[in-house]
């Protein structure tokens, strides 16, 4: 098994930096914007950019999480997997501008089940997709709008993204 | 886990697990649409062969805000009435395409012989079996009490916690899931009520007390759960009269008094208002019988989840 860093510390910020810029310019500040990252590493994404948002703008950007295990199809196929924690605004998504932050964008089902889920927490204004890494082989008609690197696996390789806060290192490796 | 038949089915940290997840699942209550698609396409039977009301509704509540189909049958006005035995209902209940059985029936011991006979394929989940046991009700008294005993509930267990049970314990159900679920979480556990109807054979890890002022004295008990006196279930006179019950062993203003300023009391439903716990006990602050009901639907679901969403996962 081979295994090759893809993204560095460094990358990894200055692509958080980059993205987060996109959000600003494409929503024309942070009036109305909604951060959700989807569990477990989109949240810290989101917190990140954030940050980002917040030292640009001097303004707090509100932050969530949005746990989709309930709203997967593949629920049935698999073990039973660990819920992760939802946690929404208090006042709603409704109306909001919503950027889904997630880390890898595969085959496009969690973003599928994500869209499921804002649904019943109500009527964002636009939705809006930020990854980390898109790896492609896409089986849904599903794109995103901010990405930090494309980068073209094969089905076989495995990519994890670490970050910090959780995983205690900052990088992202391929594995095959 | 393919069947919930006695809270000692689950070891500590499943039962963590089970109650963060009703944690999460009780925030549904708070959405717009409070519903997840989650179950679509299972069928939950609710098999009930003991009057119930609220392990039915909220059994049933916890199957509809998953999505599953959910059919309730209750024995009387069925054709159990005719003579149908347990075998034969819940085959044909199977074959109809049932993907859970929840069970409620008079008869202890009854649930694990319908998921351990061969008759059904279908998840079993124990909603009461005689005087035996009652899982869920135990996980939605942990969950009631992590919840206001505890600062940060979600991971937590309940070390350090003492729960006083009050009342039947030997008819009890909800007794003996609590002691059994209460001691994997980690807390005293001391039970009371008159000799005849507390058996020694349990051995609470907190002792037992046969006098409820004594209890309060001696345990300082965080939580106190009052249980029912069954009357169906005794066949001899266990204690005088009931006002010598709720004399010395029933739930009042002052001894509420005398409990912790923290500290809670619970009961499983349906309230003898007046014999084990009087009014001013089971609306007063204290109280978190509502909390209970709530809780119940929440880890109804969370339990729900766990036995039907992986199934094909786990190849049964």
């Known amino acids: 098994m081979s295994k090759r860093t893809v993204l560095s510390s460094d990358d990894i910020r200055r692509a958080i930096t980059r993205i987060s810029h996109e959000i600003l310019e494409q929503n024309r500040g942070v009036e109305n914007l909604l951060l959700l990252g989807i569990p477990t590493r989109g949240i810290q994404l989101a917190t990140r950019i954030a940050q980002v948002i917040k030292e640009h703008s001097a303004t707090e950007v509100s932050v969530g999480s949005l746990d989709v295990t309930m709203y997967r199809d593949d629920l049935s196929d698999q073990p039973t997997r660990v819920v992760g924690i939802t946690n929404i605004p208090t006042s709603g998504v409704s109306g909001k501008a919503v950027v889904l932050v997630d880390d890898v964008l595969f085959s496009g089902r969690t973003i599928r089940a994500a869209l499921d889920a804002l649904n019943d927490h109500g009527r964002p204004a636009a939705v809006r997709l930020a990854v980390l890494v898109d790896r492609g082989h896409r089986q849904l008609p599903i794109r995103a709008d901010y990405v930090g690197k494309n980068l073209p696996t094969a089905l076989t390789e495995r990519i994890s993204v670490k970050l910090q806060e959780v995983d205690g290192v900052d990088e992202v490796v391929i594995e095959d | ?316």
């Open chain 2, 1 to 316: 886990m393919k069947n919930l038949l006695s809270a000692s089915d689950l070891s500590k940290p499943q039962i963590i697990e089970v109650l963060d997840l009703a944690h999460e699942m009780s925030d549904v209550n708070e959405r717009e649409i409070k519903k997840l698609p989650t179950l679509r396409g299972k069928t939950v039977v609710n098999l009930f062969f003991e009057d119930s009301t609220r392990t039915r509704i909220s059994f049933e509540l916890a199957a509809k805000r998953l999505s599953a189909d959910v059919i309730n049958f209750a024995a009387k006005g069925s054709s159990v009435s005719k003579g149908e035995s347990l075998k034969d209902t819940a085959q044909t209940l199977e074959a109809m395409g049932a993907d859970a059985i929840v069970l409620r029936h008079g008869s202890s011991g009854s649930a694990h012989r319908l998921a351990h006979s061969g008759w059904v394929r279908s998840a079993v989940i124990n909603a009461g079996d005689g005087s035996h046991e009652h899982p869920t009700q135990a996980l939605l008294d942990a969950m009631t009490i992590r919840q206001a005993l505890v600062k940060k509930p979600i991971g937590a267990d309940l070390s350090g916690k003492k729960v006083l049970i009050v009342g039947d314990i030997s008819h009890s159900r909800v007794a003996r899931s609590n002691l059994i679920l209460l001691k994997a979480l980690g807390a005293t556990v001391a039970t009371c009520g008159p000799a005849t109807l507390v058996p020694r054979s349990l051995e609470p890890s907190g002792g037992i007390f046969y006098s409820l002022d004594k209890a309060i004295d001696d345990f300082a008990p965080d939580a106190v759960l009052m249980l029912r006196i069954q009357s169906e279930r005794m066949e001899a006179s266990f204690f005088p009269t009931e006002r010598e019950y709720s004399r010395v062993w029933g739930m009042n203003g002052e001894r509420l008094s005398r409990l912790a300023g923290s500290s809670i009391v619970l009961h499983p439903g349906p309230m003898n208002r007046g014999l084990e716990i009087d009014a001013a006990s089971a609306d007063s602050s204290k109280s978190r019988i509502l909390d209970q009901v709530q809780n119940g639907v929440a880890v109804r679901m969370a339990v729900l989840f766990h036995l039907l969403a992986g199934d094909k996962g786990e190849k049964r």
